[in-house]
């Protein structure tokens, strides 16, 4: 008898991934729903009341720390299906590249303007020009780059081999991101989580991952949604399309 | 919240309405998309009347 053997590679025609996205999406909305309300009440109610340095403000965290991460984690992933797409010449990688862009950039801002938030009572100010924060900015700017570079290239494929230089050559500033708080002198507090331990009360640890997993599966089903989009834009004219029910 | 509110508060509706407006927005693409792909049945107008709807 012989084994069956699934051809993933049937996958990357749009075609194919279409309807798998289509099933794929409430898979992760629904516990992505569930997840934001459960880190929210363990990190509003379960989580310790304040600490001797901060203030009710720390609750800033359980949004700050997770839209920080997704913004970054969601540009490499961008950099890297927009990379698979350029060298392969794969539409569906350039398509998830376009797809992730605007929820990455959401993200970023989301970071931004709830440091910015957190900066205020914490710091005494608004903003700094240290390390982590410029280059947090310049995320923001490479992402609103390569969403506007795009849009403005009428060709599609020539669109998306610019996007995938511009989000490659970016990628580096993600590093930097991160460890610039080792680097330079900075205002913004150094690592908390490392390889080697995660210096926070259990709760608050708790809440931390609650909302990182509700923020990761909140992306993935916003991105299928924004892919299937995409697909349906730019496959116009296939037959598979016009077959099927709109 | 210890008189922090406008910050804890502000940064999470800043989130609220940000996540809300991206799946707002995209819902509204879908029925771009629908919309243009059968303008008479989506929408209910006659090929008469159907303006153009600009690419979201």
Redesign the interface.
Known sequence: MTKQRINWYKYAAPANFYPLAGKLIPLFAIPAAVLFVWG?YVGFFVAPP?DAQQ???Y??IY??VP?AWMGMFLYVLMALYAGVGWAFNARLGSMMATAIA??GA?FT??SL??GS??G??AWGVWWVWDARLTSTLILMFLYIGFISLQSSIDDVRRADRAGAVLAVVGVINVPIIYFSVQWWNSLHQGATITARSFKMAPAMRSAMFIMVGACWL?SIA?CL??VR?II??RE?EAPWLSESA? | MGGFGLYVWGSYGVTLVLLVGEVLLLWKRKRNIARRANPEIASGETQLNTSFQGIQ
């Open positions: 929210m304040t203030h009710e403000y609750r800033i949004i700050h839209a605007p929820t959401i801002f989301i303007v709830t938030l957190w205020r009572p909140y916003v949604v924004r989009h349906r834009e116009q709109a």
